[in-house]
């Protein structure tokens, strides 16, 4: 999947503690994005990065945050998980300019399960 | 609220046959519009995009329709086969943004 890791691939945890996701790229591309699907919803952006340290928000950014402090990873933590956080989420990387949608790369996923 | 609207939600094709899946939008400033298609267990992967000023493009049995009077396009898959099977997601984008509006996916099933 394009040099995406995603780590761990999958995860059980407790509501109310705190998780942390990671994503590694060894493609040195620019911009690195979270997304996170679900049923009947289709992909929607968490946050992303545009470059090291530079990160904003999506459209379901409530309860998540994020650092980049390498251009090869991007860190997604849910500061108090909650079951409506359960989810499978993907990181996506881009090396394009403005148009940086053009060519996604997508990682294979982590299958995040919060009881 | 969905920015695209995508059906059907599931599809069962014979192998040979023509798969269609459709989405609509809202907002005419969406400016480019990938299909996306999802293997289980993997990340989607982009299969086919199109501008709004085509109304058409082909890329092997993959072939886009765009109708931008009627603010749709849809996804045409020739000669199905099983391995085509998978998951497929039309998107959306805004000039300049750093977001896709993805739909909420067809499940494609081809028959042997």
């Known amino acids: 999947d394009a040099g995406i890791t995603q780590s761990p691939r999958h995860k059980v945890t407790e509501t109310g503690t705190p998780v942390t996701l990671r994503c590694h790229q060894t493609?040195?591309?620019?911009?690195m994005y979270w997304y996170r699907q679900d049923p009947g919803h289709g992909l929607r952006l968490i946050h992303y990065s545009y470059g090291v340290k530079d990160t904003d928000k999506g459209e379901v950014s409530d309860g998540y945050s994020v650092s980049r402090s390498k251009t090869e990873d991007f860190l997604l933590t849910l500061e108090s998980a909650t079951s409506s956080q359960t989810s499978v989420y993907f990181c996506?990387?881009?090396?394009?300019?403005?148009?940086?949608?053009?060519?996604?790369?997508f990682g294979s996923g982590t299958q995040l399960s919060v009881l | 609220q969905q920015q695209v609207k995508q059906s059907p939600q599931s599809l069962i094709v014979q192998k040979g046959g023509i798969s269609i899946i459709n989405c609509a939008y809202e907002?005419?400033?969406?400016?480019?519009f990938p299909w996306y298609q999802q293997f289980p267990g993997k990340g989607p992967a982009l299969l086919i995009a199109?501008?709004?000023?085509?109304s058409e493009k082909k890329e092997g049995r993959f072939t886009i329709s765009f109708n931008k009077s009627a603010k749709q396009f849809s996804l045409h898959i020739m000669d199905s086969q099983p391995g085509d099977s998978a998951t497929y997601f039309c998107a959306a984008s805004l000039p300049g943004a750093n977001n896709l509006f993805f739909g909420t996916g067809t499940r494609l099933t081809v028959i042997p």
């Open positions: 493609e040195n591309h620019r911009y």
């Open positions: 199109i501008r709004p000023d085509v």
């Open positions: 996506a990387i881009s090396d394009d300019g403005p148009l940086t949608n053009e060519k996604l790369f």
């Open positions: 907002n005419t400033a969406f400016d480019y």
